[in-house]
């Protein structure tokens, strides 16, 4: 026969707003890479927002001429993503800058196709 030893501790469940220092509204503003990067022809892009109000997440090209604005509307705090479809646009390094009142952050994708 075959005996089989069990070690097994029983914890009880914690809810992520139990756990202490866990929030779902971010202390900073921030703008992640995109990805994935380099991408052909969709890439996502996150943002974090600790205060709500008039987000705009703006592409630019080489040359910084506007392609596309991603968002431009008021949005509530937490974290956000959205996506470029960039089917419709040239091979090359393009810019993405993020503007939440005072902050300004931008960062660099390629599109290869």
Do not use: C
Not at 75 to 95: C, D, I, K, L, T
């Amino acid at each position: 026969s075959i005996a089989v030893l069990l070690n097994l501790t029983i914890i009880s469940p914690v809810g992520i707003n139990e756990r202490e220092g866990l929030s779902s509204v971010p202390e900073i503003y921030s703008l992640s890479q995109n990805y994935p990067n380099p991408f052909n022809p969709v890439s996502t892009i996150r943002y974090e927002v600790p205060k709500s109000g008039d987000v705009s997440l703006i592409v630019y090209d080489i040359l910084g001429r506007e392609v596309t604005r991603l968002v431009d509307s008021y949005r509530e705090p937490g974290s956000h993503q959205v996506r470029w479809n960039a089917a419709n646009v040239a091979s090359g390094v393009y810019f993405y800058r993020l503007q939440v009142g005072d902050f300004v952050q931008t960062r660099k994708m390629i599109l290869l196709k």
